[in-house]
Nanobody
Framework: VQLQASGGGLVQAGGSLRLSCAAS????????MGWFRQAPGKEREFVAA????????DSADSVKGRFTISRDNAKNTVYLQMNSLKPEDTAVYYC????????????????WGQGTLVTVSS
């Protein structure tokens, strides 16, 4: 399984970005997908997750109402739409996959993309 994240960049506070994560390998529709982020000097933290068919989603309290995770199984891609961005959202964002169970726990994801940097200026 290979994951390729893209879409990061520099944006002003209040702006929007959409991250994409393209997957290859096993059938994408069988993956549970998640987004995590890691700010400088901090641990990697959960941002959002989406179930295999896409019917269930979860997001961290810090991004609820601003970030939306979605997936397009036909394109083998998961997205993270980020609106109303804040300087504290600045981090490297990673997409991750597992095919065992729906979970928000970082330790239970088996496959990771390379990360894409999001910088939000004040």
């Amino acid at each position: 399984v290979q994951l390729q994240a893209s879409g990061g960049g520099l944006v002003q506070a209040g702006g929007s970005l959409r991250l994409s994560c393209a997957a290859s390998g096993r059938s994408f529709s069988s993956y549970i997908m998640g987004w995590f982020r890691q700010a400088p000097g901090k641990e990697r933290e959960f941002v959002a997750a989406i179930s295999m068919p896409g019917g269930s989603t979860d997001s961290a309290d810090s991004v609820k109402g601003r970030f939306t995770i979605s997936r397009d199984n036909a394109k083998n891609t998961v997205y993270l739409q980020m609106n109303s961005l804040k300087p504290e959202d600045t981090a490297v964002y990673y997409c991750a996959a597992n095919f065992r169970r729906y979970t928000l726990r970082r330790s239970e994801y088996d496959y990771w993309g390379q990360g894409t940097l999001v910088t939000v200026s004040s």
